[in-house]
């Protein structure tokens, strides 16, 4: 919905986004458009309170940034945590998780699991790989 | 008996509870042979009438100043209020905010992330609203039912007496 004042006509809410933003349009004393603004009314500081956590909170974390990031972003930080803390891919010869024996057979090194459901059971309940390792 | 009369909004929330309320899937055509869908941030009405509606539905926290606003306009048009989800029960996820100053929560995204080039500086026009401190909706107004989740869970919402 638009309200006009003399000098300014403001648009809000802006529709069909997630979030808040509304459009404010100054006009000067001709009625000429002098300035035209898009206010987002929306800061929730992610950058700031992220600072400082288990980097294995993220795919908590994230994902309350919006609701259709939900799965895009509980992927892409447990990606990344998997690299740092050196999880094997399918396949991977040094897996650090010298205590795991799931899947591994007659000692080799090798991870061998197949389903990516069972690395649940390894590193706790967060799944961690999806079944494809399109990425890895 | 006419249909009650529901309006939603959000406020410093993902919209995740509102993702999760149209994740009924096919349920949403009987809860609307229930139920009159006035306002919502997902249909075209976007403020609660002006003559008042039965249910109110918050989802999201309040985090600055025109949060308030909206949260004091549903509840002065609204007989049940509900506050949908962790962000409006008791802060959520936006809360851990509050474990910072704003000052340092601002220059840490507009002035000193990576991607921000020289030039960045926080926004300071007076048609924002002030952020403030982030507070679950019923510190700010009184609020009827609380329906916490991380999202709600999808069936919950039929589950609410209406």
């Known amino acids: 919905m638009a309200t006009v004042t ?50 294995f909170e993220m795919p908590v974390i994230t994902p309350a940034f919006a609701a259709s990031a939900r799965f895009r972003t509980t992927w892409a930080p447990p990606r990344l945590v998997m690299t740092f803390m050196a999880v094997p891919r399918h ?24 389903n990516w459901q069972a690395l649940t059971s390894c590193w706790g309940s967060m799944p961690i790989r999806p079944p494809a390792t399109w990425w890895a | 008996m006419s249909k009650p009369k529901v309006a939603t909004d959000w406020l410093a929330g993902c919209a995740g509870c509102h993702m999760s309320f149209l994740d009924i899937d096919e349920r949403i055509v009987n809860l609307i042979e229930l139920v009159d869908l006035r306002s919502s941030p997902i249909t075209d009405l976007k403020e609660p009438d002006p003559s008042g509606v039965d ?30 989800g962790d962000c409006a029960v008791f802060g959520g996820v936006p809360a851990m905010r509050n474990f910072f100053k704003i000052e340092d929560a601002l220059r840490r995204a507009y002035v000193e992330t990576e991607s921000t080039d020289a030039e960045g500086k926080i926004p300071n026009d007076p048609e924002l609203a002030k952020p403030t401190r982030v507070r679950a909706v019923s510190e700010v107004v009184k609020v009827d039912v609380f329906v916490p989740g991380l999202p709600t869970q ?8 209406e």
């Open chain 1, 6 to 55: 003399t000098q300014k006509i403001t648009i809000e809410p802006v529709t069909r986004i997630e979030g808040h933003a509304k459009i404010t349009i100054r006009l000067n004393e001709a009625g000429k458009v002098e300035r035209a603004y898009l206010h987002i009314n929306e800061f929730r500081g992610f950058e700031k309170f992220c600072e400082g956590r288990m980097a």
């Open chain 1, 91 to 114: 396949g991977q010869h040094n897996c650090y998780a010298n205590s795991c024996t799931w899947g591994r057979s007659s000692k080799a090194t090798a991870c061998t699991s197949l």
């Open chain 2, 55 to 84: 249910v109110g539905i918050l989802e999201g926290g309040i985090n600055n100043t025109a949060n308030e606003e909206v949260a004091h306009k549903m509840r002065k048009r609204c007989k049940i209020l509900v506050a949908l």
């Open chain 2, 154 to 161: 999808r069936g919950h919402h039929l589950l609410r007496p």
